[in-house]
């Protein structure tokens, strides 16, 4: 039985050839460590590093490579901002729609700290009213963070009106692009976003271990580094540098991951952002018409396609998300996702979080039209031969 997977709002696969192949010639040809040596080697290593960086400033827009900074996947970006930016007497604002890596942190700084933190919720469709946002800022309010697209329902936010907003406030914004880097046009200076977080593993089709957040110029000044540790530059300094990006890179690189993320980069800057948000528009379009085909089938988001990223949570009678998830696999060789994606109050916000969530499907680049009509014969076969349980 062939493997359909449909979980690349987790990680994304299959990855494109030159990933694989990027990150063989560093293992097999460089393998040293940037900045830890003056050989060739090391300076490739370096090169390698560079060379993400200002691909990924190409891509989002950011005027100087030095404001990417590497990181190990998006919640350690995130929590960069968050922990470093967040003292005592400071209010923060975010979204029923977030994932734990924003809620998490900031529920962290509120018993610890005594961060000030309000959740704004949103519609049954998960699109937040920034009205309401703007109604929470306080004038003690610092950082609105908050995700760009959802893990749950597909959701994308009006996140660069949000930052209109800030800015009217002078309230800093911190975007998690987690489910939108790689197939949604981000531009962060059209945008106005302060800081913004992605994964290396997702839409930028990276490895795991992978990912950047961008600050913009002069933030850095805000934002004391959470961790410290050697750089490789200005070793007899006895405190971390304040240089871009070195203030908040301690620590060998993963530059193997880096050399396979810089692929990725690349991958998608050729193909070109527009064309894969075509796609995926395709897919979700074609996917939402067969869902309305199945009887007693529920759908969660957006209906309108241009408010939405692939990404869909489904409930189907007869079945919890589990038990569909597994007869999807063992049945068909369909990979989904089931529970509540480490996004407790999404569930609340669509009614699920006391009932086991969803089973999620989200799309790549590389999943086609018809792998779309595969699944939606295999949905509609289920539905006729449902388990036989109780109710979660």
């Not at 007899?236 to 908040?248: H, I, L, T």
């Not at 869909?312 to 049945?331: D, H, N, Q």
């Not at 939606?376 to 006729?384: E, G």
Request: net charge neutral.
């Amino acid at each position: 039985m062939d493997r359909l997977y449909l979980d690349n709002a987790a990680t994304s696969f299959p990855k494109p050839e030159a990933v694989t192949e990027a990150m063989t010639a560093y293992a097999t040809r460089v393998g040293a460590s940037a900045g830890r040596g003056a050989y060739a080697e090391a300076a490739e290593s370096g090169r390698i590093i560079q060379n993400c960086r200002e691909k990924i400033a190409t891509l989002i827009g950011a005027t100087d490579p030095r404001n990417i900074v590497m990181t190990f996947n998006c919640s350690d970006g995130l929590n960069i901002v968050l922990h470093g930016l967040l003292s005592k007497g400071n209010h923060a604002i975010a979204t029923w729609m977030d994932h734990n890596s924003i809620l998490r942190p900031l529920n962290d700084l509120a018993a610890r700290v005594g961060v000030e933190v309000d959740f704004v919720p949103t519609g049954s469709d998960g699109i937040v009213d920034p009205a309401d946002i703007r109604k929470a800022i306080r004038p003690n309010t610092k950082l609105i963070a908050m995700l760009h697209g959802s893990n749950v329902t597909g959701t994308v936010e009006p996140t660069a009106e949000v930052a209109r907003i800030a800015k009217e406030h002078g309230v800093l914004t911190l975007i998690d692009a987690a489910q939108t880097m790689g197939h949604w046009d981000i531009n962060v200076e059209r945008d106005g976003y302060d800081f913004l977080a992605a994964p290396g593993h997702k839409g930028l089709l990276g490895p795991l271990g992978t990912g950047f957040l961008y600050i913009r110029p002069g933030l850095e000044k805000q934002v004391r580094p959470i961790k410290q540790g050697g750089t490789g530059t200005w070793s007899e300094e006895a405190v971390q540098p304040e240089a871009m990006p070195d203030k908040y890179e301690p620590g060998s690189h993963n530059a193997i991951g880096i050399a396979g993320l810089a692929a990725g980069v690349e991958y998608v800057l050729q193909r070109g952002v527009k064309t894969i948000r075509d796609h995926d528009r395709q897919l979700c379009q074609t996917f939402a018409a067969g869902l309305d085909q199945i009887d007693g089938l529920t759908w969660y988001g957006p209906r309108d396609v241009e408010k939405r990223v692939g990404v869909f949570s489904v409930r189907m009678p007869g079945y919890t998300p589990t038990e569909l998830s597994k007869a999807l696999e063992t049945k068909f060789g369909i990979l989904t996702r089931s529970g509540l994606h480490c996004a407790p109050l999404a569930h609340k916000t669509i009614g699920t979080l006391e009932t086991a969530g969803t089973t999620r499907f989200s799309f790549g680049p590389f999943v086609t039209v018809e792998n779309i009509g595969y699944v939606m014969n295999s949905l509609k076969k289920l539905a006729k031969r449902p388990a036989v349980i109780s109710s979660p």
